[in-house]
T-cell receptor, first 114, second 115 residues
Framework: AQSVTQPDIHITVSEGASLELRCNYS??????LFWYVQSPGQGLQLLLK??????LVQGIKGFEAEFKRSQSSFNLRKPSVHWSDAAEYFC????????????FGKGTRLSVIA | DVKVTQSSRYLVKRTGEKVFLECVQD?????MFWYRQDPGLGLRLIYF???????EKGDIPEGYSVSREKKERFSLILESASTNQTSMYLC??????????????FGPGTRLTVL
């Protein structure tokens, strides 16, 4: 069964600094990959997804993620963080066959300081 | 825009009560899901449904049941609420009828407290 690991429980960055959130998955083939964001008190919103093709994926709010097959990773990046990016971020994976639903990581909480 | 609504944002119930959490989506999606979210544990799938009157168990179905009588509505039922069911409950839906490997759209969540 597929699984996903987000190694960082909590990250703090300064406003304007760059950001990278890590995601590693365990699956025999290339899964479908997602990043979601959850602002305080809200549901989850899709930031971006990777199904196939270009391994660098652009998303909303200035985020991007890069799929690296050799490292089984799908790390989320943003060149300059804004205070409004403070939220919890979830990576999710699913098998392309679609027989089972998404599996979510435990999340990384991002704090942004002035 | 896809809209997923949940009947309550906050709910307080007593131990032993029967609790209904309602979820409605307005985009004619085939698949609907119920998760619970707890600090440090992320999202855990309780039940999902890929068609009316169909349901499948997720990772943690014990103590829960679901109902899907209409395509747009998916209800989560706590038959006899217990304090360990205090949590945030999130509903989601997705559109592809042939696969569950599709973008999920989430509601705002219901924070349930069982006293």
């Amino acid at each position: 069964a597929q699984s996903v690991t987000q190694p960082d429980i909590h990250i703090t960055v300064s406003e304007g600094a760059s950001l990278e959130l890590r995601c590693n998955y365990s699956y025999g083939a290339t899964p479908y990959l997602f990043w979601y964001v959850q602002s305080p008190g809200q549901g989850l919103q899709l930031l971006l997804k990777y199904f196939s093709g270009d391994t660098l994926v652009q998303g909303i709010k200035g985020f991007e993620a890069e799929f690296k097959r050799s490292q089984s990773s799908f790390n989320l990046r943003k060149p300059s963080v804004h205070w409004s990016d403070a939220a919890e971020y979830f990576c999710a994976v699913v098998t392309p066959s679609g027989n089972t639903p998404l599996v979510f990581g435990k999340g990384t909480r991002l704090s942004v300081i002035a | 825009d896809v809209k997923v609504t949940q009947s309550s944002r906050y709910l307080v119930k007593r131990t032993g009560e029967k609790v209904f959490l309602e979820c409605v989506q307005d985009m004619d999606h085939e698949n609907m899901f119920w998760y619970r979210q707890d600090p440090g544990l992320g999202l855990r799938l309780i039940y999902f449904s890929y068609d009316v009157k169909m349901k499948e168990k997720g990772d943690i179905p014990e103590g829960y049941s679901v109902s899907r009588e209409k395509k747009e509505r998916f209800s989560l039922i706590l038959e006899s609420a217990s304090t360990n069911q205090t949590s945030m409950y999130l509903c989601a839906s997705s559109s592809d009828p042939h696969t569950r490997a599709d973008t999920q759209y989430f509601g705002p969540g219901t924070r349930l407290t069982v006293l």
